[in-house]
Structures are given as C-alpha cells and as structure tokens.
C-alpha cells in the first residue's frame, strides 16, 4: 500500500529555522517525483516545488524560489521542506504528493500544519 | 505560469440532483503526441488532504464512483457529478499538470441546498 507519511505539526516563532519531512513507503521513492503542496487557512492549492528522489533534481515554482529549501535522502525514502527564516505568513498547512507522470498527484501525506507566530 | 479558472466559486444543489463545474485553461493542456488532456480533478473534504478524482480530464481513479464525470479538451473542462449524495460536499479542484509548475483552480464549493 502506497503511504506518504508527514512528520507532526509544528509552532515558530518569526525568524526560526523549521524543516519537515514526508516519509514514503509502499513503492520505489526513486520510481516517482515528490511535490509539496501549501494550503494557507481557507485558501486553495498551490505548488511550491518538485523533486526527484533518485538525483534530487528539483524545480521550484517562481513564487517559491528562494524561500523554500526541497531535499530528499534515498536511503530513508523521505522528502524534506525548510526554511531557514519563518514569516508568520509561512502559517499553513502543507502536504506532500506523489507526481504520477501521466496521471497527476495520486497519493497524498495527510498534511503538516505550521504555524509561525511571535 | 499557467492560470486555471473555475466557476462558479460555490454552487448550492439538492440531494439527488447534478452539480457542474467548470474550469478553463490560460493555455491548451492537450499534448498532441499521445492526445491527452493532462488535466485532473481533485476532492477536498474538510480536514482532510486531497484526492485524485480524475485524470486525463475525464478517467476515473480507481475507486472513484461512476457519479463522477469530466469531459473537455483543449482549455475547457466539466466535472459532472451526476446525483450529489451527501457524502460528495467539498472543494473541487482543476488541475493542470502538463506545465511546471502544476497549477490549480482556485476551487468550487459544493453543498446541498
């Protein structure tokens, strides 16, 4: 069974340093691109960035470059999303997702909630 | 990048009854090597991660409900839910995802009126 997995939710402060993590399991991590996904609180989808696990060559979304750090590690099957400098409007919830070449995001991490406040 | 467009934002419709959604492209997402439409559906409940609906503009996730049906090709589609149960309120989400960066619509509400 194919399972992507988030690490818990998560409070900062502005200004802190936060990575979290997106465990997959259930089919080859190499085999298949990672997303992150942010939902800010009654708000829709937006892509941040897309990464290949098997060489972890990533793209991010021109809003998004810069801001955000995209990383994987083959050995443990985990995707990761950092920011070295929270805002609080880096508040959100955000979720990881499988990019299935043909057929768009398939499976889905139950999502983490950040939350960056002073 | 790439804009997607849905309307209406929320549309209220009674047990029983069709609800249609619709969303267009900035751009054609029909690559002509193969003919697809690389446009998908999502489902998002409350409290909940989304959910692959339809792929290819109108195949189904396995699982699915046949209640649930898109057509389109180019830059205009439809999500067709054909009888809303109770259990189908959420938030609708077109996607495009022949471009990078994916993009989504900004969502349709669906409730039952």
């Known amino acids: 069974e194919v399972q992507l997995v988030q690490s818990g939710a998560e409070v900062r402060k502005p200004g802190e340093s936060l990575k979290i993590s997106c465990k997959a399991s259930?089919?080859?991590?190499?085999?298949?691109?990672i997303v992150w996904v942010r939902q800010m609180p009654g708000r829709g989808l937006e892509c941040m960035g897309i990464?290949?696990?098997?060489?972890?060559?990533?793209r991010y979304s021109p809003s998004f470059q810069g801001q955000v750090t995209i990383s994987a590690d083959k050995s443990i099957s985990t995707a990761h999303l950092q920011w070295s400098s929270l805002k609080a409007s880096d508040t959100a919830m955000y979720y990881c997702?499988?990019?299935?070449?043909?057929?768009?995001?398939?499976?889905w991490g139950q999502g983490t909630l950040v939350t960056v406040s002073s | 990048d790439i804009v997607m467009t849905q309307s209406p934002d929320s549309l209220a419709v009674s047990l029983g009854e069709r609800a249609t959604v619709s969303c267009k492209s900035s751009?054609?997402?029909?690559?002509?090597?193969?003919?697809?439409?690389?446009l998908a559906w999502y489902q998002q409940k409350p409290g909940q991660p989304p959910k692959l609906l339809i792929y290819?503009?109108?195949t189904r996730e396995s699982g699915v409900p046949d209640r649930f049906s898109g057509s389109g090709s180019g830059t205009d589609f439809t999500l067709t839910i054909s009888s809303l149960q109770a259990e189908d309120v959420a938030v609708y989400y077109c996607?495009?995802?022949?471009?990078?960066?994916?993009?989504f619509g900004q969502g349709t509400k669906v409730e039952i009126k």
């Open positions: 997702a499988r990019r299935h070449l043909l057929h768009g995001f398939d499976y």
């Open positions: 990464i290949s696990p098997g060489d972890s060559d990533t």
């Open positions: 259930g089919y080859g991590f190499t085999d298949y691109w």
């Open positions: 290819w503009a109108s």
């Open positions: 996607q495009q995802y022949y471009y990078t960066p994916q993009t």
């Open positions: 751009q054609s997402v029909l690559y002509s090597s193969n003919n697809k439409n690389y």
